[in-house]
């Protein structure tokens, strides 16, 4: 099956800080996609990229599609104290999604 | 708009009995999806409905089972439950456009606990 690789694992931010992520696989996705998932509750889209090499924003979100479509990275600027949560990148193939197994985002004391 | 509902949203089981899971998908969807979800880890894929038939499966036995209505909405059973199935399930609910499907949404979740 399709594995993919989520780093970093978890992450402390700063309020203020700009905050990235990635994601690699295997195998070449058509989509990739991140989501967020806040605790009791389902993942939630952020950003949904289509085509290698496009680069996509939603607000202070910024993700792009990697040329090889085996990678994908997720940034936050000026993060704020609601960013915290569990971002999953996934990607989309014949269907399904397969996930990543998260970075989870916590405010730094 | 409603979004995806699923129910119920928590629910007690013992080993060997049986479950049945609903979703609502997101008005204007018409492909459902379900994914399970252990603890600490990313949603699983267990198998999607498209025209009231399963399209695509995962990785998961016949135990798991599922059904599309005409109205879209979606049941997945779970039989003899293992300590194992314990875990958060998700419906995912998506549009089928031009022979690929649009991204999916997602519902809260049944979170499943077996004993």
């Known amino acids: 099956g399709q594995q993919l690789n989520q780093s970093p694992q978890s992450m402390f931010i700063q309020e203020g800080e700009d905050v990235s992520m990635n994601c690699t696989s295997s195998s070449i996705f058509n989509t990739w996609l991140w989501y967020k998932q806040d605790p009791g509750e389902g993942p939630v889209l952020l950003i949904a990229l289509y085509k290698a090499g496009e680069l996509t924003s939603n607000g202070r979100l910024t993700a792009q599609f990697g040329t090889t479509r085996k990678d994908s990275f997720l940034n936050i600027s000026a993060s704020i104290p609601s960013d915290v949560g569990i971002y999953f990148c996934a990607g989309h193939h014949d269907y399904k999604l397969s996930f990543g197994a998260g970075t989870t985002v916590t405010v730094r004391a | 708009d409603a979004g995806v509902t699923q129910s119920p949203t928590h629910l007690i089981k013992t080993r060997g009995q049986q479950v049945t899971l609903r979703c609502s998908p997101k008005s204007g969807h018409d492909t459902v999806s379900w994914y399970q979800q252990a603890l600490g880890q990313g949603p699983q894929f267990i198998f999607q409905y498209y025209e009231e038939e399963e399209r695509q499966r995962g990785n998961f036995p016949d135990r798991f089972s599922g059904h599309q209505f005409p109205n879209y909405s979606s049941e997945l059973n779970v039989n003899a439950l293992l300590l194992g199935d314990s875990a958060l399930y998700l419906c995912?609910?998506?549009?089928?456009?031009?022979?690929?499907?649009?991204?999916?949404?997602f519902g809260d979740g049944t979170r499943l606990s077996i004993l």
């Open positions: 995912a609910s998506s549009l089928l456009q031009a022979r690929s499907n649009q991204p999916q949404h």
